[in-house]
């Protein structure tokens, strides 16, 4: 149905033949999905004897495995003509970058969200990169890219953990609801279709992005790590607060949201947990591996945690929607999210160098 012909071209004609590989990856995706399904039947009886639409198959037709992600392969999927990659994916999209399956009904709803500043060529190369990967799972899907407006006075040090936050919320607003969420850096790209971006189970939220090309040649990453991507299920996100809105600069708040997921007893799961030797199925390519400056207060804010997770997270969420705009691609949001306070103290900051004096007070919030 879709033309992806110009992925197509690019993809290792090495796997062909994933019959025994593919039988125990879906085997691990009906086990995640179990739950899934039955729920949705027990929500919505009438509708689905009125609407008689088969659920998408369990193991969908479209995979194509490994992608080819060389940087001259890269550069065919940034270099295309915006109007004609618009033209054409726009066909199978919605406005603002939503998505279901023609045909089938998607075995999970999944909202992406992709916290943001400034990084245009990554986002680009994203959106063009994980449309046609998410459909070819045949997913119900939106990509929601949440800004960090810059205003004239300069910039705060960038919130990923607020941006996740505010990207939750406003995906709760649509009037398409998901049922995971899948916090999604941009400049990570999962190298093969068979990383199933399914919504996890209940209780189990996912690591996803544990086998990561700059980290050590794909070797998976401690088990404490929730960077990256990570996947939650609505009820779970909401039960640990979301992410601490308190991490300004890189770093700090994927420690703090794992410590939440602990508290909450919930379990981390990563794909392929069962299955060691399918790894190399859920490998990520870093578009970047220059870092931004770290925090230097993160240690500090890490080990207060504990006496964060009721009153810092979600429940005490404030920011400015900007702007919001329905894209051809995704779903754009921009946020002003620097209280009065902290502004305050951010205009003190020495010129040019926005960590450096930035000091951050635990009694703030
Ligand atoms: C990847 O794609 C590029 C550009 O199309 C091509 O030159 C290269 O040979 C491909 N590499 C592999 C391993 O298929
Ligand atoms: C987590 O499990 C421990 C041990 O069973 C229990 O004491 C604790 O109350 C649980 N925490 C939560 C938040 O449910």
């Not at 459909?135 to 899907?141: I, V």
């Not at 407006?149 to 300069?154: E, K, L, P």
Request: net charge positive; hydrophobic share 35%.
């Amino acid at each position: 149905m879709v033309c992806f012909s110009r992925i197509r071209v690019l993809i290792r004609p090495l796997f062909v033949s994933f019959t025994a590989i593919s039988f125990i990856f879906w085997f691990y995706v009906i086990n995640s999905l179990l739950g899934n399904s039955v729920s949705i039947k027990r929500n919505s009886p009438t509708s689905h004897q009125s609407n008689p639409i088969k659920s998408c198959p369990l193991i969908s037709p479209k995979l194509v495995g490994r992608i080819n992600l060389s940087s001259e392969a890269i550069a065919v999927i940034s270099e295309e003509d915006e109007d004609v990659l618009v033209s054409r994916m726009t066909g199978q999209l919605k406005a603002g970058g939503m998505y279901k399956p023609s045909g089938c009904k998607a075995r999970s709803r999944v909202a992406i969200i992709v916290p943001y500043q400034n990084r245009k060529s990554h986002l680009t190369l994203f959106l063009r990169y994980l449309h046609p990967f998410l459909q070819r799972q045949q997913l119900s899907y939106v990509i929601i890219v949440v800004e960090q407006f810059m205003n004239g006075a300069g910039r705060s040090p960038f919130n990923r953990g607020m941006l996740m936050n505010i990207g939750f919320k406003e995906a709760r607003l649509l009037p398409d609801k998901y049922e995971c969420f899948i916090f999604h850096d941009v400049d990570l790209l999962p190298e093969d279709d068979r990383n199933p971006y399914t919504c996890p189970e209940s209780g189990k939220p996912r690591q996803m992005a544990f086998s990561i090309d700059y980290w050590d040649n794909y070797r998976p990453t401690p088990s404490n790590h929730f960077g990256g991507v990570t996947a939650f299920r609505v009820t779970d996100f909401q039960l640990v607060n979301g992410f601490s809105n308190s991490f300004w600069g890189w770093g700090g708040e994927d420690d703090q949201l794992y410590q939440r997921v602990r508290f909450h007893n919930l379990t981390v799961v990563r794909a392929f947990d069962d299955q060691p030797s399918l790894v190399h199925l859920a490998r990520y390519k870093t578009l970047s591996h220059v870092k931004a400056k770290p925090n230097p207060s993160r240690k500090e804010i890490l080990k207060e945690g504990p006496i964060r997770y009721k009153t810092d997270g979600l429940i005490n969420l404030r920011y400015h929607r900007v702007d919001l705009q329905l894209r051809p691609l995704f779903t754009h949001i921009v946020v002003d999210i620097q209280p009065k306070q902290r502004q305050a103290v951010a205009f003190n900051r020495v010129p040019g160098h926005p960590y450096l004096s930035y000091p951050y007070s635990l009694t703030g919030t």
